[in-house]
């Protein structure tokens, strides 16, 4: 007889576990979101809010703890924790809508926090080559090399080094979207890989829905296309409401992926007590954008440790702009 204890990030990791243990179909279905547990840490609360979020989640046969002080009401707000597996999460979702004291707007925050924080999206749109992490080259339209006057070619020969350094995918960054598209028209029809659009401080759709990626990062709604991957981009204030506002725009957790910058300061702070919060409070981190002035202060061997990390707090999706950097994060990656 052997004990092995098991670390279940997500539903799709429970489920392939008890397929292979030769569970049913349907047994599979029923039990995967009762095995994977998520605690969250909600701030900012009425104490009344906080006592009916406990009796709730306790029906559902979760937790919820709360301070001394939401129990005497004797405090203005409070902070909680809240743990419970997916399958208890969503049976508080079903009755949280109808509750007083903010409640009902908590719970579209809640149910994309679970979503995403049960669930990993596939890099499948990307053709990945790298053991399941994909390095894609960023595009800049509106930079242009000192000397150069045909900025369009400028920009599509940028888009054949990075390439030709073994990118998965491209990311077409600029400001005017009808650049941006210019720019895609010359690489896409023969680059034979997937090229996105990232038309910054706007909400856009891209041709070729099918085959693209969509990078946002507008406070507006955003429209998204009817298949593909989505890059969100929220900003560290209350990350969460824009990445619900994309869900509900019918960008499921499969291909929704939550994107940070400044890829050197993630994915995780570690706090002295050992725990473990994602950096600015998104559900989970699955991309980060490395430019190039964040990688070139540092050594390869520095950027190996730092993909390590990176892969292995989850991130599936580097984003860079500097060509040498591709192939060194991607042999990285395999490393991990």
């Not at 002295?272 to 002035?293: E, F, N, W």
Request: hydrophobic residues 45%; charged residues 20%; glycine residues 8%.
């Amino acid at each position: 007889m052997e004990l092995t204890r098991l670390h279940i990030r997500t539903v799709a990791q429970a489920r392939t576990l008890m397929e292979q243990i030769g569970c049913h179909a349907t047994g599979v279905e029923r039990m995967a979101p009762k095995a994977t547990l998520l605690l969250f840490e909600l701030c900012g609360l009425l104490p009344q809010a906080a006592n009916i979020l406990k009796q709730e989640m306790l029906a559902k046969g979760g937790e919820v703890a709360v301070p001394e002080g939401a129990l005497r009401m004797d405090v203005r707000q409070v902070d909680c924790l809240i743990s419970g597996t997916v399958a208890q999460y969503r049976r508080l979702l079903e009755t949280l809508p109808a509750q007083p004291f903010g409640l009902a707007a908590l719970a579209s925050q809640l149910n994309a926090a679970v979503e995403l924080g049960s669930s990993q999206p596939a890099v499948t749109w990307f053709g990945s080559r790298h053991a399941g992490v994909v390095v894609g080259g960023i595009v800049d339209c509106d930079t242009c090399t000192s000397g150069v006057t045909d900025a369009a070619r400028n920009t599509v020969s940028c888009a054949w080094h990075l390439l030709e350094e073994g990118a998965d995918f491209l990311v077409v960054k600029g400001r005017g979207s009808s650049v941006v598209r210019s720019a895609i028209d010359q690489i896409s029809p023969a680059g034979a890989c997937p090229v996105a659009t990232w038309v910054l401080d706007q909400t856009f759709e891209t041709r070729a829905a099918e085959a693209s990626v969509v990078v946002e990062r507008t406070r507006a709604t955003p429209r998204v296309p009817v298949s593909g991957p989505v890059f969100a981009l929220p900003s560290s204030h209350d990350p969460v409401p824009f990445l619900a506002s994309l869900l509900e725009a019918h960008a499921g957790p499969e291909r929704l992926f939550v994107t940070l910058p400044d890829a050197l300061e993630v994915p995780a702070v570690m706090k002295p007590s050992g725990y473990r919060k994602v950096a600015s409070g998104v559900p989970r981190l699955d991309a980060v954008i490395a430019l190039k002035q964040d990688l070139t202060p540092h050594a390869p061997m520095e950027q190996a440790a730092w993909m390590a990390r990176l892969v292995m707090g989850g991130v599936l999706v580097i984003l860079t702009d500097t060509p040498r950097s591709i192939r060194r994060l991607s042999e990285a990656a395999q490393n991990v």
